[in-house]
Structure formats: structure tokens, C-alpha cells
């Protein structure tokens, strides 16, 4: 590293320290969605390999998660693997699964933060899901942050998923469809979603300079604040979140008032 790149790292953490000083922890969001794009693009701008890219974008989470420990948020939704991208070559898919297990079994074992599936189990391999459960289960204790690991997900998906559970439930009380037509609203909706009984994202921040939700919790994000950075994902630093921390509480959120 020369003098210059030195100077620059040394101004960035300074900045930082500074920002943080003046972040208001009574203004923070309680829950922050994130969809950590830029994987790809980060590794071809490195002249890497697109595994590289996934892998140096697994090693960015628990350092953000740290973050959001020392800023007091409750709960974070991390979007890992969409319904979509199923669809990419099997060279690319096969060692991005096997980078995701590795994320949920550290973040178990890590200690620090209670692990929650969020995403269509039947999607998954089987050995992906015995991880999930295994992560569950292992960290059900853990009175830290929520992190909702969201893999096999997509809004749509969930929302039918949803109605799906919310229909054989009535059918399990002998419920009847017309009984359930003049009961239906948004909080039965809410309670058969994969985020029940969670707060809904106050903030969704979307990294690589994307501004579009792709999907992303579609129901939850109705009254979400959002930041896009132009950042790729595995370059995103403490000053970015900061920032992203900073702006929220600027923002006064009027939840369509």
C-alpha cells in the first residue's frame, strides 16, 4: 500500500469517527433489510472469478453485522440467494450454495445472533436445509440480533406462500371460504408471512448503485425508507453504513400520512 492509498484510509476512518459520533442511537432503525448486490461486478472489476466475488461478499457480513450490534439495530434481513437465481449457470450456482452454508453455520457459531430462515424450504437441497434448521435450532437462545437469512426468497413467492398457509389454516379450523372472504385483511395476510410477529424494515439499503427492489420483501417495504450506494457489496465499509445510518434519521417518515 503506498503513501497515498495510506492517507486516504486514515481520512476515511476519521470521517467515519466523526459521523458516528454524531449518530443519534434514539434515531436508528430497529430493522434494516439489506440486498448486498455487486458480487459479481466487484470481482470482474478485480479481474477475479465470480466465486472470488460471492466469497469476498460472504466475508462482509458478519463485520456488517457488527456494526449494527454497536448501533443498537434489532433485527436484519440479509437477501443471500432470490428465487431468481436459480435460473444461473450450475458453475456458478453449485459454489454459491456451498458459500451460503458456510455464511449460516458461522453465523451460528459465531454466538452473538439468533438465525431465522426466511425463503421457500422445498427450493433448497436438502443439505441446505438440515443447515438452516441446525442454525435455528442452535441459536433459538441467542438474545442478539435477529438475523433473517433470506435464501430461496422472493416477494412475490412469499406472498402466495402467505395465502397459501392462510387458506389451509381455515381449511384446518373448518373454516369456509365465504367465513374467510369477510375475514381477510392485512394483519391475517402479515401473521402467514415468513416475518410474522417481526417488525417491518424501516430501512432497506441496496448496494452497487441498483435502484430497483428486485422482489424484496414486498409486502414488509410499504412504508420503508431506502438508501442506494454505489458501492459494490464487498467493498462496502463502515463509513458507507454510517452514511446510510446517517441519512435515515434526517428523513422524516410520514407512513403514507
Known amino acids: 500500500m503506498n503513501l497515498r492509498d495510506k492517507l486516504r484510509g486514515l481520512l476515511v476512518r ?45 466475508e462482509k457480513i458478519e463485520e456488517f453485522l457488527g456494526w449494527c450490534t454497536e448501533t443498537d439495530v434489532e433485527v436484519v434481513t440479509l437477501w443471500l440467494l432470490s428465487t431468481d437465481n436459480f435460473d444461473r449457470p450450475q458453475e456458478e450456482l ?12 458461522t453465523l451460528a457459531a459465531d454466538g452473538r445472533w439468533r438465525v431465522h430462515h426466511v425463503g421457500t424450504p422445498d427450493l433448497l437441497p436438502a443439505g441446505m436445509q438440515t443447515v438452516l434448521k441446525e442454525a435455528e435450532e442452535a441459536t433459538a437462545h441467542v ?30 379450523k373448518g373454516t369456509s371460504l365465504e367465513e374467510l372472504a369477510e375475514a381477510v385483511d392485512t394483519d391475517m395476510i402479515g401473521r402467514h408471512l415468513y416475518t410474522s410477529d417481526q417488525p417491518d424494515p424501516d430501512l432497506v439499503i441496496r448496494t452497487s448503485g441498483e435502484q430497483r427492489l428486485s422482489g424484496f420483501m414486498l409486502w414488509q417495504t410499504a412504508h420503508s425508507e431506502y438508501y442506494f450506494c454505489d458501492v459494490f457489496w464487498p467493498a ?7 452514511r446510510a445510518m446517517r441519512d435515515y434519521a434526517a428523513r422524516h417518515r410520514r407512513y403514507g400520512g
Open 94 to 105: 453449485v459454489p454459491l450454495l456451498g458459500i451460503i452454508e458456510d455464511v449460516v453455520r
Open 236 to 242: 462496502f465499509r463502515k463509513v458507507d453504513f454510517l
Open 14 to 58: 476519521l470521517y467515519a469517527r466523526r459521523v458516528e459520533g454524531h449518530l443519534d442511537h434514539a434515531q436508528v432503525p430497529k430493522h434494516i433489510g439489506v440486498i448486498m448486490d455487486g458480487n459479481r461486478r466487484w470481482a470482474k472489476a478485480a479481474g477475479s472469478t465470480t466465486v472470488h466475488g460471492h466469497r469476498a461478499g460472504a
Open 143 to 172: 438474545d442478539g440480533i435477529l438475523v433473517n437469512v433470506a435464501i430461496g426468497y422472493g416477494g412475490r413467492q412469499e406472498i402466495a406462500d402467505a395465502v397459501r398457509s392462510m387458506l389451509l389454516d381455515a381449511q384446518d
